[in-house]
């Protein structure tokens, strides 16, 4: 069942203010209600209820009659929601080329960036997906798979898909398999928590930890010098 705290996060999502939305659902709940019947509901102060409708009547979610001198207001279908939604999602869709040109011109500039937790980590291995090539990784280790389990189920199938390799040097067997992929072992002494990943012209350096992190760098020499160690390295480790 939906809690109230749920729902003003999503009203304050569609662009409502906190009291705007003790308002709405205010009036959702009471039906057509005066100022007072507002107030005496949600605790906001009379004076500042009229500022509040009159943003609401603006946003199309109320509307009101005047009976004797006196005002009652009353909450539109909640239908209107979805309207304000679309509303949005138009005016990205209509603003998105000019932002994208905007990235587009700053993307090559931007050679290091670092990213942490889980939902930064998604974002290096959506980059990995998005150069659709093959994908080097020096220390794959097990607590990759335990951070983002569900995540990597659904990169490896959209990586089958874009047929994407992997070769992978791993210090210790790992207990899943990896589809479309060659994996060779170096001894365990040298295991840490630290993996390489090299793709394209980019190195992610990751640490796997409870909060993980990476640095990924974007270096046409650097990417070489590591694919040159990484060579070396599956050249050394056993099959």
Same mark, same amino acid.
């Given at each position: 069942?939906?809690?109230?705290?749920?729902?003003?996060?999503?009203?304050?999502?569609?662009?409502?203010?906190?009291?705007?939305?003790?308002?709405?659902?205010?009036?959702?709940?009471?039906?057509?209600?005066?100022?007072?019947?507002?107030?005496?509901?949600?605790?906001?102060?009379?004076?500042?209820?009229?500022?509040?409708?009159?943003? !609401?009547?603006?946003?199309? !979610?109320?509307?009101?009659?005047?009976?004797?001198?006196?005002?009652?207001?009353?909450?539109?279908?909640?239908?209107?929601?979805?309207?304000?939604?679309?509303?949005?999602?138009?005016?990205?869709?209509?603003?998105?080329?000019?932002?994208?040109?905007?990235?587009?011109?700053?993307?090559?500039?931007?050679?290091?960036?670092?990213?942490?937790?889980?939902?930064? !980590?998604?974002?290096?291995?959506?980059?990995?997906?998005?150069?659709?090539?093959?994908?080097?990784?020096?220390?794959?280790?097990?607590?990759?798979?335990?951070?983002?389990?569900?995540?990597?189920?659904?990169?490896?199938?959209?990586?089958?898909?874009?047929?994407?390799?992997?070769?992978?040097?791993?210090?210790?067997?790992?207990?899943?398999?990896?589809?479309?992929?060659?994996?060779?072992?170096?001894?365990?002494?040298?295991?840490?928590?630290?993996?390489?990943?090299?793709?394209?012209?980019?190195?992610?350096?990751?640490?796997?930890?409870?909060?993980?992190?990476?640095?990924?760098?974007?270096?046409?020499?650097?990417?070489?010098?590591?694919?040159?160690?990484?060579?070396?390295?599956?050249?050394?480790?056993?099959?």
């Amino acid at each position: 069942m939906t809690n109230s705290s749920s729902i003003n996060a999503l009203l304050e999502e569609l662009g409502l203010t906190d009291s705007e939305s003790k308002v709405y659902l205010a009036l959702l709940e009471l039906g057509a209600s005066p100022i007072g019947s507002i107030t005496k509901k949600t605790g906001i102060h009379r004076r500042n209820i009229y500022d509040i409708t009159d943003r !609401l009547i603006k946003k199309g !979610l109320i509307g009101y009659i005047t009976k004797n001198n006196i005002k009652t207001f009353e909450a539109v279908n909640p239908r209107r929601l979805r309207d304000i939604l679309k509303e949005k999602e138009k005016n990205l869709d209509d603003n998105f080329p000019f932002l994208e040109e905007l990235f587009s011109r700053t993307k090559e500039k931007q050679e290091t960036n670092f990213y942490k937790g889980k939902a930064g !980590l998604k974002a290096v291995f959506q980059d990995q997906l998005e150069q659709n090539k093959e994908v080097l990784i020096i220390g794959a280790t097990p607590q990759a798979e335990e951070l983002l389990p569900f995540y990597f189920k659904w990169y490896d199938q959209t990586r089958l898909k874009k047929k994407i390799n992997m070769k992978i040097i791993a210090y210790e067997s790992l207990p899943y398999k990896i589809p479309l992929s060659e994996i060779r072992f170096l001894p365990g002494k040298y295991s840490n928590p630290l993996a390489i990943n090299i793709f394209k012209d980019k190195v992610a350096i990751i640490l796997w930890k409870k909060d993980p992190l990476a640095i990924v760098i974007k270096n046409d020499e650097i990417a070489s010098s590591y694919k040159k160690h990484f060579d070396f390295l599956w050249k050394q480790a056993r099959k």
